[in-house]
């Protein structure tokens, strides 16, 4: 006779059983995520690569406000969040991009040592700075809002930037948009990088562009903007070359205005909506679009969008403090790092989400990214049921390394845990492993009965279907 089908309380799954964590992953410093994007190919390994090295984007956004917390431990400049530079996120361009997107997009220009460049609306001082140490001559760093180019002037002076640019032989000039082309090179500008959304391709800018030159700027509908770069060829002949979509906020409509259209420049006034923000308020929101600022095809940003919505990680009571809401988007951010297949940096993001606020699903996940031959991925699983025994997503990740390990009745103990925890989204999931499972052992009538209880809960899976049709076939 088959062992009973009824599902247990999951008392006989001991964790003692189960092994320990030996390999906590955590954020890389800045030098190594960059390094591990030139292994990867998205870096070119060249002059890029040494100043990126040696620019982390860290001291250039607002500080992190966490007490109490290993100042340096969390390596937040490594990940692929968005970091704020400016207080209130209600001003466009107030976000420092990925290192990812910022190397992309920079590799774009083509910019070689002695090039004069123009920066229309600057991502706090990080990109300028990296232009600088790339080699520009002169840098122009057109800010429209005085508030905002006045604090970046501040905050440059402040890291002695300015300093750096006499070593490097660069005349760094701070412009609004009326005197943007006041002496500009007389036979134009070499490069030009514009980091907001144009509506349409900026003819008014492109004539400052010198022949020959490079200008890169994201053209579109808000949402939609492609990344292009546009090569100036001769009097009014330019080429343009579309990549991929640049979801970046819009430039203020009078200031598009004046970069599109062949008019005149004027002063556009202060558009920065009344700074009342604090830097807490900041990276409490600086991921709520998962979208901003990322750099990809239309698939692409679809996924992350999709896979950001799908999950978070959960607390008994409602809790806004800003180590949990980094730890959220930490958790989110691996999750699609996982669904890309890179699991090295996907671990490093849910471990960070797990030290920074302990919850099972970001251990869970964690687990997910070892191979079935590494003790952590358990380890991880039991470090989920410890910080919540009712998490059933644990209990099933268990049970199905177990059976991927042909111990389909260890597995089995699991999988009837995972349907009893009060806290399993995907109780069908472990109904249907626990089909699998006895399906193993040749019980064939438990197997029928989960697989009734799965279809139940999973209606459209057509692989259960087949499953429980063939059960009733052989059992008929």
Known sequence: MERDWSVQDGSDCDLEQLPQIRNWPRLSPHVEAVERLVLMGAIEDGPLREVLMRTPRGVHALPLPLQSYNEGLINIESSTLRMPWWSNLNSPNSLLPGVYETAQVIQ????????????????????????????????????????????LQKRWNDLRLDIVADACGCNVEWSSISDAYMGSPKNGWDRILVTAGLPRIPVSLLMRLSFEGVAV???????????????RQGE?????????IWN???????????????????ETGTFNIQNDKSSRDAWMMANQDATIDRLGSTGLLEMIEEVWNEVEITVDEEDSNLRFILAN??????????????????????????????????????????????????????????????????????GEAFLEMG????????????????????????????????????????ALFAAQEATTLMPNEVELEHLLNKLSEDLA
């Open 248 to 266: 970046v906020d819009m430039m203020h409509e009078n200031v598009a205005r004046s970069l599109c259209d062949l008019v005149p420049l004027n």
């Open 108 to 151: 774009m220009l083509e910019m070689e040592k002695g090039d004069s460049v123009m920066l229309v609306a600057p991502r706090g001082n990080w990109w300028s700075e990296i232009l600088m140490q790339l080699g520009a001559s002169r840098l122009r760093i057109v800010e429209v809002d005085e508030k905002r180019r006045g604090e």
């Open 236 to 244: 009014g002949e330019f080429q343009t070359q579309w990549h991929s």
């Open 407 to 446: 111990e389909a009745n260890r597995a089995i103990e699991w999988f009837r845990g995972a349907i009893n925890s009060t806290n399993n989204c995907e109780r069908g999931a472990a109904w249907a492993n626990l089909a699998r499972a006895h399906l193993e052992l040749g019980q064939a009538l438990s």
């Open 329 to 398: 988007d930490l958790f989110r951010m691996g999750n699609v790092l996982q669904r890309l297949g890179l699991l090295r940096v996907a671990a490093e993001h849910h471990g960070s989400s797990f030290e920074l606020y302990p919850t099972p699903e970001a251990a869970c996940y964690l687990g997910m990214t070892f191979s079935i031959e590494e003790d952590d991925g358990l380890a991880w699983q039991r470090k989920a049921i410890e910080t919540n025994p009712n998490y059933g997503g644990s209990w099933n990740e268990i």
């Open 217 to 231: 700027a994201a053209v579109g509908e808000k949402g939609g903007t492609i990344l292009q770069t546009i090569e």
